[in-house]
């Protein structure tokens, strides 16, 4: 009686002990605050309460992810918006770049983001500001005259496509949410680029770093995958352009992607950026031992006993060493 119970006691144990150690699961390692960065958000005219209060959750968001898990310091994070001071008009987007300009220094990295509604009409692209709007060409002109040449532009807006040929230049890399001005819907492209910033799993090379690379095609692909899910046709796609020609891409072609992936949004050192892939290896284990026990459970009609609890057994010892080393890892 007792060799018989003993199995399904150990069982009991080892499930008791993997719960027990699954209450901790460790984000990737925080980067240190980096002087280096800077980064200037635009949210922009909303034109209807609905978007305002989104544009304004996406613009808080996104400075948190900056803020709290890129290393981006709050004081050399300028925000531009419609409900709040300063406001998001022409006047203080050409006030703020032109006090970094006295700020930046020439290795210094700045991100531009657009968050809004954006227009086209058939010759020059623009972003909707509060009053009048500016241009993209204003934009080339306004980023040209910076002391660093690092500049990474994500205009998240719709009707954005255009602003990949103006805003194209040597050193810069210029991310936008459709493809073209004729992309003119609401776009959710923002709320996705943010996901991809806070999620555990976009750094797809495995080097433990988050290149604006990967957080753009993490991005792309849930905004696909969006669209496919809603049975809706796609209205939105977005472009990539870091080579200087001015051709946007929505994938890596035409030598398109090469200085995007060795931009990095955080500034990690080699050890941390290690412990970084440390942890997301235990993750990725601890997800395909999870399955395994799912799958052998499933057939266990078609399994002997003894071969079916020693299997069982097996698995949830690996289970839960992978779950210490992950609760090690997040204390």
């Not at 959710?188 to 095609?217: C, K, M, Y």
Request: aromatic share 8%.
């Amino acid at each position: 009686m007792m060799n018989r119970c003993a199995p399904i006691v150990l069982l009991f144990l080892l499930t008791a002990l993997v719960c027990a150690q699954t209450s901790v699961t460790p984000k990737p390692r925080l980067a240190p605050i980096d002087p280096n960065k800077f980064a200037l958000i635009i949210n922009g005219a909303s034109g209807e309460e609905e978007y305002g209060k989104q544009f304004q959750q996406w613009t808080t968001d996104l400075q948190q992810a900056l803020n709290k898990r890129y290393g981006f310091d709050a004081a050399k994070m300028k925000v531009l918006s419609e409900a709040h001071d300063p406001k998001a008009t022409a006047d203080e987007v050409k006030k703020t770049l032109t006090t970094l300009k006295s700020e930046l220094q020439q290795d210094n990295v700045l991100f531009v983001f657009f968050i809004g509604h954006g227009s086209f009409d058939g010759k020059e692209s623009k972003f909707n500001l509060v009053g009048p709007d500016l241009a993209a060409s204003e934009y080339n002109s306004l980023l040209s005259a910076l002391p660093t040449k690092r500049v990474v532009v994500i205009n998240m807006s719709s009707a954005s496509g255009e602003f990949a040929k103006a805003l194209s230049a040597k050193g810069r890399v210029v991310i936008t949410a459709t493809r073209n001005g004729q992309e003119t819907n609401a776009t959710h492209f923002p709320g996705f680029f943010i996901d991809a910033l806070n999620a555990t799993d976009s750094d797809t090379d495995q080097d433990g770093h988050i290149s604006v690379l990967e957080a753009f095609v993490y991005a792309n692909r849930l905004t696909a995958e969006f669209y496919t899910r809603s049975g809706r046709l796609a209205t939105e796609h977005a472009l990539i352009e870091d080579n200087g020609d001015g051709v946007g891409h929505e994938r890596l072609e035409g030598g398109e992607g090469l200085l995007a992936r060795a931009t990095y949004l955080d500034s990690l050192s080699i050890d941390e950026a290690a412990e970084n892939v440390a942890i997301a290896k235990l993750l990725r284990d601890r997800t395909r031992l999870e399955g395994e026990i799912e799958q052998l459970i499933a057939k266990k009609t078609s399994l002997q006993e003894a071969e079916y609890e020693a299997a069982l057994e097996r698995l949830f010892i690996e289970l839960a060493k992978v779950n210490r080393s992950i609760k090690q890892a997040g204390t």
